[in-house]
């Protein structure tokens, strides 16, 4: 038999590296960072081992051992002193987010992305304004168009404070265009809208509602979030982003909606996003630790394949440890 072609060729060593199609690359990165009200001092977060609850007065510090490895971009989740219906403390000056903001943005060098929605913020954990009758009807929760303006008040109040992106993540119809004509108005009309365009109602948030305690107090986000069956309605929802003017798109979770990414890749010229979420590194590191999976391979190997389908930028939980290893 005469095998002419022969894929291994390429596969040796010295050349395995030059033919190589993704890469992983530290710039890539950003590192969710969670700031915390509550606390004066670090607390770690149970289900997302190796991540902390940062005070204030401890942000800068912890942006610093990110830049240290390389990572430049986080992405800040607030936890705030107080909550209500509305969520007030979302868009207060002297909030959380925007204290921790204005600090990172005066002291360090970092590319400062802050999240935007209500649901760390409201009473009931939920995104936005409720309806009267959420509580026994939980299949109407939030009032859409009313909670427009309650986000676009925090978009503004975080750049005001220093953000250079905000990521509105509420799947509120109409957010991106909201949030956009107001920071206009207040004259940020430099500072881009990452959207949470594809955002679906996923298990995999579960530690994430440990860690920035959103959890709804009764009912889910069926009636926001996307359906995880739907892949057609993925390219309706980032157009409608796209027309109200988002500067790049967001599928989350990742691993599981790789399909997704790839179409949102596919079907547009922005930067694609992918999240990479609380689920997804909680369970490398529960089989890790168990000893059945090797977790900087599992997680390198995540990262890769959700490049491999068109994500340009990844938010991960595992942004330190991977830039580190790289
Ligand atoms: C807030 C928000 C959530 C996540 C990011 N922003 C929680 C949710 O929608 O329930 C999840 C992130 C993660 O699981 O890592 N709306």
Redesign the pocket.
């Known amino acids: 038999m005469t095998l002419t072609r022969r894929p291994r060729r390429l596969r040796q060593d010295g050349v395995r590296d030059l033919v190589s199609e993704t890469d992983l690359d530290a710039s890539d990165l950003i590192a969710p960072v969670f700031v915390d009200a509550t606390v004066d001092e670090r607390r770690p977060i149970e289900s997302m081992p190796g991540h902390e609850r940062v005070p204030v007065d401890e942000s800068v510090a912890r942006v610093e051992e990110l830049l240290a490895v390389g990572v430049e971009s986080v992405m800040l989740f607030g936890v705030p002193e107080s909550k209500d219906e509305r969520g007030t403390r979302a868009w207060a000056e002297d909030g959380v987010v925007q204290r921790a903001t204005r600090r990172i943005a005066d002291e360090t060098d970092a590319y400062l992305i802050t999240?935007v929605?209500l649901?760390e913020y409201t009473d009931h954990g939920h995104?936005g304004v409720l309806e009267d009758t959420a509580a026994e009807d939980p299949d109407v929760t939030v009032r859409n168009d009313e909670t427009l303006d309650l986000l676009s008040k925090t978009a503004v109040s975080h750049a005001n404070a220093g953000a250079d992106m905000v990521a509105p993540?509420?799947m509120t119809d109409g957010m991106v265009g909201a949030i956009r004509e107001d920071l206009d108005a207040a004259g940020h009309d430099h500072v881009p809208i990452l959207s949470y365009a594809v955002k679906y109602e996923s298990a995999?948030?579960g530690?994430?509602?440990d860690a920035a305690d959103?959890a709804p107090a009764f009912g889910d986000?069926r009636h926001y979030?996307m359906d995880p069956g739907n892949r057609r309605e993925a390219i309706r929802e980032a157009e409608l982003d796209v027309e109200q003017g988002a500067d790049a798109l967001m599928v989350k979770p990742a691993l599981p909606y790789l399909d997704v990414v790839s179409d949102v890749r596919e079907n547009f010229e922005h930067p694609v996003a992918a999240?990479n979420?609380?689920?997804e590194y909680a369970m490398l590191h529960a089989a890790a630790d168990r000893g059945w999976l090797d977790l900087e391979a599992t997680a390198v190997e995540s990262l890769l394949s959700i490049k491999r389908a068109g994500a340009d930028l990844i938010l991960t939980y595992f942004a330190e440890d991977v830039a580190d290893a790289l």
């Open positions: 999240d929605c649901c995104c993540s509420s995999f948030y530690p994430f509602r959103g986000r979030q999240y979420v609380s689920g």
